[in-house]
């Protein structure tokens, strides 16, 4: 019997997400697929990132439905997956926004991030910028049903430049793979296990290495934050700009964004993409080292590139104007070339509100008949009006 001739597998494979049918490579998961797409389609992402090896996996806010699984084997998966560590398969046809499975667990999964987190935006200096809070915004509750004492923690300091507040953890591991991908020296992870697994260095080390500081970047919620930016200032009140500087620290790309107000810089941080990671340069994930983060904060010691482009529905974006896209007037187009009549005399359109008309002494509710011409017809000399008054 002749040997059977196996086809060549697809140079892409088509997948459908809420609706929408792109073609990927084999091998991209469904949360990149998503992201190619755009917009609300992208499943949100807490613990997942795209820089980082073996990221995603831990927090669940990236569920999704299978509707079907491929077209080789339409049957639909019977459990929501983890969209960041589940790839696609030609045919498969998934729905995210558009399924209230996906929209229920969401919801359900970030109530649980919020049982141990404490509600402390309004101090808590990654407030604006916390991907936690945009998420609670949107798949939160108003209250909490949990009735137990939040976790607790002993203060550790874990070195000069980062901050950690472990009762806002939500243990994402995403410092931890930073410490473990791009410094040489990791002195710290995740302690203990279940109800006590807490990030800690091993034995009270300081957390020093040069490329330290990209953990505070990785970190989705305010649990490490910058000590040399603590309380100095909200994001939103300061104007983030694009920089560059000639970094010979080996591995740092030297391109930041400076949070600066009036001519101080506050803050200096790796550049984001929209999906709030490290933007690449030249297809290598743009890190800044500890020199470029801590200790270059004169605007002398940067060439300044322009404002960071920052999204319409972030709360850093408000009241910054300079970039403001004034939309194209359409009324006229709608109008047949007419302006529109903004400001009109309400008595030339309308016989409510007739100033011959006391309302204060109509003794009743006011009715459409007290507003007829003959009850708004002013008296002559000698007659009465409809209160009794004569002119
Ligand atoms: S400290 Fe931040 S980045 Fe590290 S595990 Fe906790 S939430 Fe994730
Ligand atoms: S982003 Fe997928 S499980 Fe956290």
């Not at 080789?72 to 459990?79: F, G, I, S, T, V």
């Not at 710290?188 to 034995?203: K, P």
Request: proline residues 5%; contains cysteine.
């Amino acid at each position: 019997m002749a040997d059977e001739i196996k086809a060549a597998p697809p140079a892409t494979f088509k997948v459908t997400i809420d609706n929408i049918t792109i073609d990927v490579k084999p091998g991209t998961t469904i949360l990149n697929a998503a992201r190619q797409i755009g917009g609300d389609v992208a499943p949100p992402a807490m613990c997942y990132y795209s820089k980082l090896e073996g990221s995603g996996g831990k927090c669940r806010t990236c569920l999704v439905e299978v509707a079907a699984g491929s077209t080789a084997d339409p049957r639909p998966m019977p459990k929501l997956v983890a969209s960041c560590r589940t790839t696609v398969m030609d045919g498969m046809v998934v729905k995210n926004i558009t399924s209230d499975r996906v929209l229920d667990a969401r919801n359900g999964v970030v109530e649980f991030l919020l049982i141990n987190h404490p509600l402390d935006c309004p101090i808590c200096d990654q407030a604006g910028e916390c991907n936690l809070q945009d998420l609670s915004y949107n798949h939160g509750e108003e209250g909490t049903r949990y009735q137990f004492a939040r976790r607790t923690f002993v203060k550790e300091d874990i070195g000069p430049y980062i901050q950690l507040h472990m009762t806002r953890c939500i243990l994402c591991y995403r410092c931890v793979f930073v410490a473990e991908q791009i410094t040489n020296k990791r002195v710290h992870g995740v302690v203990d296990r279940g109800d006590h697994a807490a990030i800690s260095t091993y034995i009270s080390r300081a957390v020093d290495n040069d490329f330290s500081g990209n953990m505070i970047d990785v970190c989705p919620v305010g649990a490490l934050t910058d000590k040399t930016f603590r309380f100095k200032n909200r994001v939103w009140f300061t104007k983030p700009v694009d920089a560059h500087r000639n970094c010979q620290t080996p591995g740092c790309c030297g391109k930041a964004t400076l949070w600066m107000r009036g001519d101080e810089v506050f803050r200096v941080t790796t550049r984001k993409d929209p999906w709030g990671e490290v933007q690449s340069f030249d297809g290598k994930p743009g890190w800044i080292c500890n020199t470029c983060r801590f200790d270059k904060k004169d605007a002398k010691d940067w060439v300044v590139e322009g404002l960071t482009t920052i999204s319409r529905h972030s709360v850093i974006g408000t009241n910054k104007y300079e970039t403001l896209q004034v939309p194209a007037e359409t009324v006229k187009e709608v109008m047949k070339g007419q302006a529109p009549k903004l400001l009109m005399n309400i008595h030339n359109v309308s016989e409510v509100n007739n100033p011959n008309i006391h309302l204060s002494e109509i003794d009743r509710p006011a009715h459409a008949d007290d507003f007829s011409e003959s009850a708004t017809h002013t008296p002559g000399q000698g007659e009465s009006d409809q209160f009794g008054r004569t002119n």
